[in-house]
């Protein structure tokens, strides 16, 4: 019989329709939208500012955020979705957010938390077509974390969402801060992951203008790292002992390199690692940490350095850099794994990552 496939990092977009048919109406002249911008491309409005700018310093998509984000109709279509799963060969795919991973960000609260469930709402609805396969992660209304644990504990406990998910850092806000430890303490209580998405830090926008490419290529990577170090050497796995962990959309290839690193300097100054009481590598060998690749060239680096149990598959799909019809293939079809490492990155890792059944 052949193995279950699981996408643990597949997205969705926000149609407009989205906001009309979940938003609480007290919120709907405030509600996000689909706009142009100057040039005529496609942005998300929050709050009346157009995201992510199209030129200039930190350009993002220049082509546009819908043009970028929705290669295919099952994006937002989740029949069509079911299709092209059936076509890659993914039982199931874990959904995240494109646009409304920001709604974080929003400024009033109030606004964000109503935005926040309006997704929830919505993505729950899209999942209801093929509950089995398709699997829902929450966007969370970050900027308060009692509000954020009660829209997690909503979504996976009502709307049947499988993960907590935030981005790699919130504001000034590390992913190792206190202040975050009521949504790993929830994630422990309902036995269910945390991703950390790429996104958050901006530790290079400021750094590119027009040079969405590279900008692209450095940020997820940045970001991914961040969050996996602050995660680790700030304690929060030895203060959480059955939390799990997911590090997503930046590839596989960093963590033998960074990882390393982290181990040289927890050997020689241990002291300023006062959080964690082994090496970083060591949390590792538990199975708790796992990082998505898409089948890049130096997959088997990346299980020889993390451990074959620490690597999931990601399609991201729908966006501009997923390759479908064959993100699958690129694992499966390879001759460089085993059969047992394809099997353990294409589903058995994220199953044990996911609380389910191998």
Same mark, same amino acid.
């Given at each position: 019989?052949?193995?279950?496939?699981?996408?643990?990092?597949?997205?969705?977009? #926000?149609?407009?329709?989205?906001?009309? #048919?979940?938003?609480?109406?007290?919120?709907? &002249?405030?509600?996000?939208?689909?706009?142009?911008?100057?040039?005529?491309?496609?942005?998300?409005?929050?709050?009346?500012?157009?995201?992510?700018?199209?030129?200039?310093?930190?350009?993002?998509?220049?082509?546009?955020?819908?043009?970028?984000?929705?290669?295919?109709?099952?994006?937002?279509?989740?029949?069509?979705?079911?299709? $092209?799963?059936?076509?890659?060969?993914?039982?199931?795919?874990?959904?995240?957010?494109? !646009?409304?991973?920001?709604?974080?960000?929003?400024?009033?609260?109030?606004?964000?938390?109503?935005?926040?469930?309006?997704?929830?709402?919505?993505? !729950?609805?899209?999942?209801?077509?093929?509950?089995?396969?398709?699997?829902?992660?929450?966007?969370?209304?970050?900027? +308060?974390?009692?509000? +954020?644990?009660?829209?997690?504990?909503?979504?996976?406990?009502?709307?049947?969402?499988?993960?907590?998910?935030?981005?790699?850092?919130?504001?000034?806000?590390?992913?190792? $801060?206190?202040?975050? $430890?009521?949504?790993?303490?929830?994630?422990?209580?309902?036995? =269910?992951?945390?991703?950390?998405?790429?996104?958050?830090?901006?530790?290079?926008?400021?750094?590119?203008?027009?040079?969405?490419?590279?900008?692209?290529?450095?940020?997820?990577?940045?970001?991914?790292?961040?969050?996996?170090?602050?995660? =680790?050497?700030?304690? =929060?796995?030895?203060?959480?002992?059955?939390?799990?962990?997911?590090? *997503?959309?930046?590839?596989?290839?960093?963590?033998?390199?960074?990882?390393?690193?982290? &181990?040289?300097?927890?050997?020689?100054?241990?002291?300023?690692?006062?959080?964690?009481?082994?090496?970083?590598?060591?949390?590792?060998? $538990?199975?708790?940490?796992?990082? +998505?690749?898409?089948?890049?060239?130096?997959?088997?680096?990346?299980?020889?350095?993390?451990?074959?149990?620490?690597?999931?598959?990601?399609?991201?799909?729908?966006?501009?850099? !997923?390759?479908?019809? &064959?993100?699958?293939?690129?694992?499966?079809?390879? +001759? &460089? *794994?085993?059969?047992?490492?394809?099997?353990?990155?294409?589903?058995?890792?994220?199953?044990?990552?996911?609380?389910?059944?191998?």
């Amino acid at each position: 019989m052949r193995a279950r496939v699981i996408d643990a990092d597949g997205h969705v977009f #926000e149609p407009d329709s989205l906001w009309e #048919e979940h938003l609480d109406p007290a919120f709907m &002249d405030r509600r996000p939208r689909i706009a142009l911008d100057d040039r005529g491309t496609t942005r998300y409005e929050f709050e009346g500012r157009l995201i992510p700018p199209g030129t200039g310093r930190g350009a993002w998509v220049p082509e546009g955020i819908v043009e970028a984000s929705l290669k295919r109709d099952g994006g937002v279509d989740p029949k069509a979705r079911l299709v $092209d799963m059936d076509e890659e060969g993914i039982d199931v795919a874990i959904l995240y957010a494109t !646009a409304a991973l920001g709604l974080y960000s929003m400024t009033d609260v109030d606004l964000s938390i109503a935005c926040c469930r309006a997704f929830n709402d919505w993505l !729950a609805a899209y999942c209801s077509v093929d509950p089995r396969r398709l699997k829902g992660t929450p966007v969370l209304p970050l900027r +308060s974390i009692p509000d +954020s644990v009660d829209e997690a504990r909503r979504a996976i406990s009502e709307l049947g969402f499988v993960s907590i998910t935030v981005p790699c850092a919130v504001f000034e806000r590390n992913p190792d $801060d206190p202040e975050n $430890d009521p949504l790993y303490a929830l994630a422990e209580e309902l036995d =269910v992951p945390v991703g950390f998405h790429a996104g958050g830090p901006r530790f290079c926008y400021s750094k590119f203008v027009d040079t969405y490419a590279t900008l692209h290529a450095l940020e997820f990577a940045f970001d991914v790292m961040f969050a996996a170090s602050t995660v =680790v050497c700030g304690g =929060v796995l030895e203060r959480f002992p059955k939390l799990r962990a997911l590090f *997503l959309e930046a590839g596989a290839a960093w963590g033998p390199y960074m990882f390393e690193r982290l &181990d040289e300097h927890w050997e020689k100054r241990p002291q300023e690692m006062p959080n964690i009481s082994k090496a970083p590598s060591e949390f590792l060998r $538990d199975g708790r940490i796992a990082v +998505s690749c898409e089948g890049e060239k130096h997959l088997p680096h990346a299980l020889s350095g993390l451990g074959v149990h620490s690597v999931v598959y990601a399609s991201d799909y729908p966006h501009w850099d !997923a390759e479908f019809p &064959d993100t699958v293939r690129h694992i499966a079809d390879r +001759s &460089d *794994l085993s059969d047992d490492e394809k099997s353990a990155v294409l589903g058995t890792n994220a199953a044990r990552i996911y609380g389910w059944a191998s």
